[in-house]
C-alpha cells in the first residue's frame, strides 16, 4: 500500500533553475493537492485538482504551475526557482469533496539558493 | 470566506499535564468538515479525526478528546495526560459542502506542542 509517494524527497535549486515535484497516488483518489509548509507556518494550499484534466489555483499560485493527465500523478512544476519557495510541499489525496479526509505523502524539502 | 484560526502558535506543557488546543472556523456554508492532522517532528501529515457539522457530538479516542461547539464555531481538541510522544505540531482544517472552498481543505497555521518530561 504506497498511498500517495513525493520525489524527490530533498532537492537543492540555484536561483533561476526550473523543477518538478512529481506525486502520485494508487488510490484512485479524483481529488489530489499541493501544499507548501514554511517554516514555522501552516500549509498554504497551492493548486487543486478535482479529476484529471481539471486543475484549480489555490492561496499561493504564484510561481508554479500543474497538470492533471491522469488520474494517479499530479506533478508540480517550478518554472524559475526564487528563493521565496524555499519549503517543504506536500502533496495529499483525498476520494471526494466533503467529508472524506486527505492522505498526505511524505513531503519534498526544498531549497532556492 | 472560510478560514481556520489557530490562535496558539506554542504550547510547553510538562508530563501529564492536560492541554487543550483551540481551533476557531469561519464559514458561510451550512455543511462543512472539520479534522484534525497531527504532523510529529519526522514531519509526516497524520489523519486525527473528522467532524461533520451535523454532529455535535464529542468524541473521545483514548487520551484524546474533541469539542465540537457550533455556537462559538470551535472545535478544541484537549490532550489528557499528555505523554512526550505527543509533541507535535496539530494543525485544524476546514472542507465546505457546498461554499467557495467546496473542494479545498484548508488548513489553520498548526499550534506546536511540546510535553516536556
Known amino acids: 500500500n504506497a498511498g500517495v509517494t513525493q520525489t524527490p524527497k530533498f532537492r537543492i535549486l540555484k536561483i533561476g533553475q526550473s523543477m518538478t515535484l512529481q506525486c502520485t497516488q494508487d488510490m484512485n483518489h479524483n481529488y489530489m493537492y499541493w501544499y507548501r509548509q514554511d517554516p514555522g507556518m501552516g500549509l498554504k494550499l497551492i493548486y487543486y485538482s478535482v479529476g484529471a484534466g481539471i486543475t484549480d489555483k489555490g492561496e499561493v499560485p504564484n510561481g508554479y504551475n500543474v497538470s492533471r493527465s491522469t488520474t494517479e500523478d499530479f506533478p508540480l512544476r517550478l518554472e524559475l526557482a526564487a528563493p521565496s519557495q524555499t519549503s517543504v510541499y506536500f502533496c495529499?489525496?483525498?476520494?471526494?469533496?466533503?467529508?472524506?479526509?486527505?492522505?498526505f505523502g511524505q513531503g519534498t524539502r526544498l531549497t532556492v539558493v | 470566506a472560510q478560514k481556520v484560526t489557530q490562535a496558539q502558535t506554542e504550547i510547553s506543557v510538562v508530563e501529564k499535564e492536560d492541554v487543550t488546543l483551540d481551533c476557531v472556523y469561519e464559514?458561510?456554508?451550512?455543511?462543512?468538515?472539520l479534522f484534525w492532522y497531527k504532523q510529529p517532528p519526522s514531519g509526516e501529515l497524520v489523519f486525527l479525526i473528522r467532524?461533520?457539522?451535523?454532529?455535535?457530538q464529542n468524541e473521545i479516542s483514548g487520551r484524546y478528546s474533541w469539542n465540537f461547539q457550533k455556537s462559538t464555531s470551535s472545535f478544541n481538541f484537549t490532550i489528557t495526560a499528555s505523554q512526550v510522544v505527543d509533541s507535535a505540531v496539530y494543525f485544524c482544517?476546514?472542507?465546505?459542502?457546498?461554499?467557495?472552498?467546496?473542494?479545498?481543505?484548508?488548513f489553520g497555521t498548526g499550534t506546536l506542542l511540546a510535553v516536556q518530561p
Open positions: 467532524r461533520n457539522s451535523f454532529d455535535e
Open positions: 495529499a489525496s483525498r476520494p471526494g469533496q466533503g467529508f472524506t479526509e486527505a492522505f
Open positions: 482544517a476546514l472542507s465546505e459542502a457546498h461554499g467557495g472552498a467546496t473542494n479545498k481543505l484548508i
Open positions: 464559514t458561510r456554508d451550512t455543511t462543512y468538515y
